[in-house]
């Protein structure tokens, strides 16, 4: 089926162009297409933005396992509504994805129920390194150092060395110094204020683990990326990146502050923890000089049940984790319109860059040849984010009641369209991603 988007403002890698983009199947076959080129439907896009689809390379979509708090057929509808056209999920589902045999399990259950296309993280163990080894149809390593239990924690030293050194995928960390993080919870043992989750998963146990994983990629020359940093001293280190290391950002670490906590209790709880307002404005300005490159939600829902408990670190309290993922775009295009940042940018830390880090083929950018994951967005439009309206299974947001302008109005899936108007095609199925390892990652092919 050929599609012909008529007088978008396209964003195109060299910038917004007013054009027409000729779909045909699966790909995009023409960015400057003639007005009146032959298609099977003609889309008039005047006074909208054809921008590449969403690619959210951290997310917690909880099956299997967990799905009483998320299944990949809820989640991926909220990714076609909130123009999300790719993601990649991490692997701390029940049973954990750490071995070769639960990837392809997963891989191919999303065939199954996943409305847009997907991609799973091998998770790193104590003792998984023949799996990590063996594995190939994934974005990469999931390590995390702190914030987890189970085989899942990584934090012996001798473990670490291995992982970088006899594995060639690429790398990614939670960073939380666990020692840190044990202490500090020994010493506000028995509280009840969610304020101290911040106190407990503090600055420096933040800064002790990125730093310990830069030691570790340096030593190693072996390509790493930081998740969801969340202070500005973090953003300050990662600036050294000598061609191997790239960073990403959360919505909740750049709009989210300590003094929330006031006003959105456990809502808001989550590893790595929020931290001060001044921790926002440095975190806003490397992702605007480039010091972090990637936007991604770490879409972790539970239910409003789960998160209304009372707020007690390691003794069965309320989860750390919010949704996202359905929000995130919408969240920038309303920045864009508040003049923080560009359109342009936006497209870089949620679509190109995204793809670069992870290897990703034919995905984040429109470009002849490339997938046909696209998102017609109306800057103009302005509407209010409702728990009642969520498509995530938790059906909550954190951002409840705020009024956004800017927000996606069609979402297509390699020329299938998933979404248009509030409206979501069930029928449609994504993709596995493909990945092209050998390429080299951000740093080797543009930045």
């Known amino acids: 089926m050929k599609i012909l988007i008529q007088d978008a403002t396209v964003a195109l890698p060299t910038g917004l162009v007013q054009t027409n983009i000729l779909v045909d199947g699966e790909r995009i076959a023409a960015v400057d297409a003639a007005a009146h ?56 589902t029940n049973p954990t994805t750490t071995t070769v045999e639960r990837l392809h399990e997963k891989l191919a259950l999303a065939a199954t129920k996943s409305l847009v296309n997907f991609g799973f993280y091998i998770g790193a163990t104590p003792g998984n390194l023949e799996e ?3 594995a190939t149809r994934t974005p990469g390593i999931k390590i995390f150092i702190g914030s987890s239990t189970g085989d899942l924690l990584v934090d012996e030293q001798a473990a670490l060395e291995a992982i970088f050194a006899e594995t060639t995928l690429p790398i990614c ?62 953003a300050d280190v990662v600036a050294d990146h000598r061609g191997l290391i790239t960073a990403e950002v959360c919505p909740h670490h750049l709009f989210f502050s300590i003094d929330d906590y006031a006003r959105l209790g456990t809502l808001v709880q989550m590893n ?26 770490d879409h972790a829902p539970h239910t409003w049940e789960e998160k209304q408990q009372p707020y007690s670190p390691g003794h069965g309290g309320s989860p750390s984790g919010l949704p996202a993922v359905e929000n995130s775009l919408a969240l920038m295009l309303n920045e864009v319109n508040r003049g923080r940042c560009t359109l342009p940018q936006v497209v870089h830390w949620m679509c ?12 984040g950018r429109i470009e002849v040849g490339y997938d046909a994951d696209l998102v017609l967005v109306d800057l103009a439009k302005t509407a209010t984010i409702r728990h009642a309206e969520q498509e995530t299974k938790c059906r909550w947001s954190p951002w409840d009641g705020t009024a956004l302008t800017g927000w996606p109005v069609r979402t297509w899936v390699l020329g299938q369209e998933v979404f248009r108007d509030g409206k979501i095609d069930d029928t449609i199925r994504g993709r596995e991603a493909i990945y092209d390892h050998v390429r080299g990652g951000y740093w080797k092919t543009g930045d």
């Not at 806003?284 to 939600?297: F, N, P, S, Y």
């Not at 995204?354 to 034919?362: F, M």
């Open 37 to 92: 080129a032959a298609a099977d439907e003609v889309i008039s896009a005047r006074g909208l933005h054809l921008l590449p689809g969403v690619i959210d390379d951290q997310v917690h979509f909880r099956e299997p396992g967990l799905t009483h708090k998320e299944d990949l057929t809820t989640a991926s509808r909220a990714c076609a509504k909130g123009g999300v056209t790719t993601y990649l999920e991490m692997p701390n």
């Open 352 to 363: 190109d860059a995204p793809a670069r880090v992870w290897d990703l083929v034919g995905k």
């Open 132 to 134: 990590l080894t063996a």
């Open 173 to 234: 960390a939670h960073c939380e110094d666990e020692a840190t993080v044990r202490a500090n919870a020994a010493r506000l043992a028995g509280t009840h204020d969610v304020a101290d989750h911040s106190r407990i998963r503090d600055h420096a146990a933040a800064m002790i683990a990125t730093r310990r994983s830069l030691d570790l990629a340096f030593r190693h020359q072996h390509r790493f990326h930081v998740l969801h940093v969340s202070t500005g001293d973090e």
């Open 272 to 297: 790595p923890s929020l931290k001060t307002t001044d921790d926002n404005r440095r975190l806003w300005q490397a992702l605007l000089d480039g010091r972090i490159q990637v936007i991604a939600t």
